[in-house]
């Protein structure tokens, strides 16, 4: 039978349970392979960690941070900071995820995956969402030091952040995806993430206002207003205190959809990166 056919074919005929199972799976071997992987949880903490303790303190007196929403008063540098290093273990995670996908391309594991008769794009976005539950793990136990630094924000907003981070999570996810399908081997990885990951980071307002921004070099700001990482922090900031930005929301969703519909393009070996290529893993 037609390995196309038998994409569509069987899935059809399994039930709920059979979706489950795979989705399960791939969300299981995501977390297990993080927690076997001490020192990917112990370097996701150290990063934002050092910007908490050593960069906010030091920055405390010189960067005064306004009444701006979701803020209803003054608040110190690190407790504005927070929410741009919480973005930060998402971005950190979902590149550190992605580069999975480059390893089991080399290593061939990735055809195991792709060759199973679940559709590709389940079994891409399983993967997504698998990476974010791992992200959801850093990000708690950021939160419970941050609250020993004397960081709390309201008790609902622990809850409320979650949608927050779920959707922030699958929009970098989704970007890293679709950059691990232009990247051929392993040791490109690491130029590859300088040249997003920073820039994404240092061009937001994860470590600064956007009006103080716009004050400094109106280029900055508006580099910096295109920026998908820019919409997922404050996303996450409005959320961490129980509000709801709507600008934020459309975009992070609007992002998501373009970088997951390019990622699913690239790893269709029919029409996208990896099938033009002839990549292992690109074929089903």
Avoid at 202 to 227: G, H, K, Q, T
Wanted: aromatic share 16%; with cysteine.
């Amino acid at each position: 039978m037609d390995s196309a056919l038998t994409r569509q074919a069987l899935p059809a005929r399994w039930g709920f349970s059979a979706w489950l199972a795979c989705f399960n799976g791939i969300v299981w071997r995501e977390i297990l392979r993080f927690v076997h992987q001490k020192e990917r949880f112990l370097s996701a903490l150290v990063r934002p960690l050092v910007w908490l303790f050593i960069f906010a303190a030091g920055f405390r007196q010189v960067l005064g941070v306004s009444i701006i929403p979701p803020y209803e008063t003054y608040v110190l540098y690190e407790v504005f900071v927070t929410p741009g290093l919480i973005g930060m273990i998402l971005l950190f995670n979902a590149m550190q995820s992605s580069l999975s996908m480059v390893y089991d391309r080399e290593t061939g594991a990735m055809r195991t995956l792709l060759i199973s008769p679940f559709p590709r794009w389940f079994l891409l976005v399983s993967k997504l969402v698998g990476g974010v539950f791992v992200a959801f793990l850093q990000v708690y136990v950021f939160l419970l030091i941050a609250y020993a630094w004397e960081i709390e924000p309201p008790p609902i907003g622990y809850l409320t952040v979650l949608p927050a981070l779920f959707l922030s999570g699958l929009m970098l996810g989704a970007l890293a995806l679709f950059i691990s399908s232009v990247i051929r081997q392993l040791e490109n990885f690491a130029g590859v993430m300088n040249f997003v990951i920073f820039p994404m980071f240092f061009a937001s307002s994860a470590l600064y206002p956007l009006w103080r921004i716009r004050e400094a070099s109106p280029l900055l700001y508006e580099i910096c207003r295109f920026n998908p990482f820019t919409y997922a922090v404050e996303l996450i900031r409005f959320a961490l205190y129980g509000q709801l930005d709507p600008v934020s929301l459309a975009a992070v969703l609007g992002f998501l959809t373009i970088f997951l519909a390019g990622a699913l393009y690239a790893y269709d070996p029919s029409k996208g990166l990896l099938g033009r290529r002839g990549a292992p893993g690109g074929a089903a």
